[in-house]
């Protein structure tokens, strides 16, 4: 089973200033098996959008092109692969959004749908991911 990072993951991971850095490649350097990190679409565009955000990054904001070749860095790495949408993705997500309250329905519950329809463990440092009891999730410290 592979893991399915989320964004703030990948953030720490091609961001050595930022806090969760040093635990995010502690956990990468426990991974083993080609394949054995996965990162969805929605994932890679999140973290283009806060690494290349000024009012989130300040003096530590990256350009696009600086972006890219943190993010081909990454994916040279075998231990990393890009998944594609689960086909069942659809029904899993819709019942993970339909007990939510007003406002909640937002990324997150669209990536625990992702590893639950894909079969993959969701690492994180967001403890917010609690709430979907159906969820292999590991949360890092």
């Known amino acids: 089973m592979s893991a399915l990072i989320d964004v703030n993951v ?14 995010a490649v502690t956990w990468v350097e426990e991974a083993t098996e080609p394949g054995a ?9 999140g973290t283009l959008r806060i690494l290349t ?9 990256l350009t696009a092109t600086e972006f890219w070749g943190g993010w081909d860095r990454v994916v040279a790495d ?32 669209y990536l625990a749908a992702f590893a639950i329809a894909g079969t993959h463990r969701l690492t994180t440092f967001d403890q917010g991911f609690r709430r979907f009891p159906e969820l292999d999730l590991e949360v890092l410290a």
């Open 10 to 23: 990948l953030v720490a991971l091609m961001h050595a200033r930022d806090r969760h850095s040093r635990n």
């Open 37 to 45: 990190i996965a990162i969805c679409r929605v994932v890679q565009m």
């Open 53 to 61: 955000s000024s009012a989130i990054m300040r003096e530590d904001t």
């Open 78 to 109: 075998d231990r990393f692969g890009q998944v594609a949408e689960p086909s069942t993705l659809d029904p899993v997500w819709r019942s993970l959004t339909s007990g939510l309250p007003r406002g909640s329905a937002g990324t997150d519950a």
